[in-house]
């Protein structure tokens, strides 16, 4: 079972749109992590947010953690074609292979901004 | 600071061939990770180490294998290549196993197996 679901799958702007991508967990959250990826680019990483009801905001990108922390949004304001590309968000899940917190991801949201 | 660094970026293997994907990390970290991300899928985590010698099987570790026997370094193996194999796969480190740790991810490598 996919332990983090993201909505939209994708999602397509109009340049100058503001967009918001979800992502949901029916366990508690620690260490949301929001990373940006480009078409065959690696992971780059956006913010990262660990107490209930935390917000954070990079350029035109702010994400927020529910005060249940079970939730996290990725809002961003004016879109640009720039802001084009994958978003993944992940989150430290207990494994219990070692004891130790795991980075799980979630499928994914394709954005797409239309000039 | 290089970070960490994977090598190759880019491999065409045919099916049945062996090969290693190489990451290598400077930032003394003890745990190293290694994903697969296949097309509209996120990053399924295939084996991890939690130091060196120490070595655990992932979500989806069938057909692979890694060894880490130094802090810095953390192949991967394909054994006997298949097309379920195409895919990018990148590496990542952290300093240890806890909550917000923070990750460090590499450029990946894309593999396509024909």
């Known amino acids: 079972s996919q332990e983090l679901e993201q909505s939209p799958q994708s999602l397509i702007v109009q340049e100058g749109k503001n967009l918001t991508i979800n992502c949901t967990s029916s366990?508690?959250?620690?260490?949301l992590y929001w990373y940006k990826q480009k078409y065959g680019e690696g992971l780059i990483f956006l913010m990262m947010?660990?107490?209930?009801?935390e917000e954070k905001s990079h350029e035109k990108i702010t994400a927020k953690l529910d005060e249940k922390k079970q939730q996290s949004s990725l809002h961003i304001t004016a879109s640009q074609p720039s802001h084009a590309g994958i978003y993944l968000c992940?989150?430290?899940?207990?494994?219990?292979?070692?004891?130790?917190?795991?980075?799980?991801f979630g499928k994914g949201t394709k954005l797409s901004v239309i000039p | 600071n290089a970070g960490v660094t994977q090598t190759p970026k880019f491999r065409i293997l045919k099916i049945g061939q062996s090969m290693t994907l190489q990451c290598a990390q400077d930032?003394?970290?003890?745990?190293m990770y290694w994903y697969r991300q296949d097309p509209g899928m996120g990053l399924k985590l295939i084996y991890y180490?939690?130091?060196?010698?120490?070595?655990d099987k992932g979500e989806v570790p069938n057909g692979y294998n890694v060894s880490r026997s130094t802090t810095e370094d953390f192949p991967l193996r394909l054994e006997l290549a298949a097309p379920s194999q195409t895919s990018v796969y990148f590496c990542?480190?952290?300093?240890?196993?806890?909550?917000?740790?923070?990750?460090?991810f590499g450029s990946g490598t894309r593999l396509t197996v024909v």
């Open positions: 990542a480190s952290s300093y240890s196993g806890s909550k917000g740790d923070g990750y460090t």
């Open positions: 366990k508690t959250l620690y260490g």
């Open positions: 947010l660990q107490k209930g009801g």
């Open positions: 992940g989150a430290d899940f207990l494994y219990s292979g070692a004891g130790s917190y795991q980075l799980t």
């Open positions: 930032m003394n970290h003890n745990y």
């Open positions: 180490s939690v130091g060196a010698g120490i070595t």
